[in-house]
């Protein structure tokens, strides 16, 4: 399954720690994993320690229209089967942009 993170902290905490165990336990599982996440967030540099697929992107605001154009048309690329939006910054852009892409499976989680 391809699976996409998206998380909008900038700094680490237990919201960052989970997504990067969920990240490493889908992979581990199996799963085809990727993460879109802020450029400055301290997640980004351990994603990809990790060799986790990750693309840094900032949101204008919690609804960015080309935003959510442009993370859709990413999210076809990659035949995404679900996302998982973690942070309440990303919502609207990671919700929206996954239902323009076709992706079935979207979930809204809160990690703090």
Do not use: C, Q
């Not at 690329?77 to 996954?98: E, F, Q």
């Amino acid at each position: 399954m391809n699976v996409v993170l998206i998380d909008g902290s900038e700094a680490w905490s237990g919201g960052a720690s989970d997504v990067l165990e969920m990240a490493k336990g889908l992979r581990a599982l199996g799963h085809h994993v990727r993460a879109v996440v802020r450029p400055r967030a301290v997640l980004y540099e351990k994603l990809l320690r990790e060799k986790i697929e990750t693309v840094a992107i900032e949101p204008r605001r919690d609804f960015d229209p080309i935003l959510i154009a442009r993370l859709a048309r990413r999210l076809r690329a990659w035949k995404t089967d679900a996302v998982d939006v973690t942070s309440p910054r990303w919502y609207w852009n990671g919700i929206l942009a996954a239902r323009r892409a076709g992706v079935r499976s979207r979930v809204l989680t809160r990690n703090v």
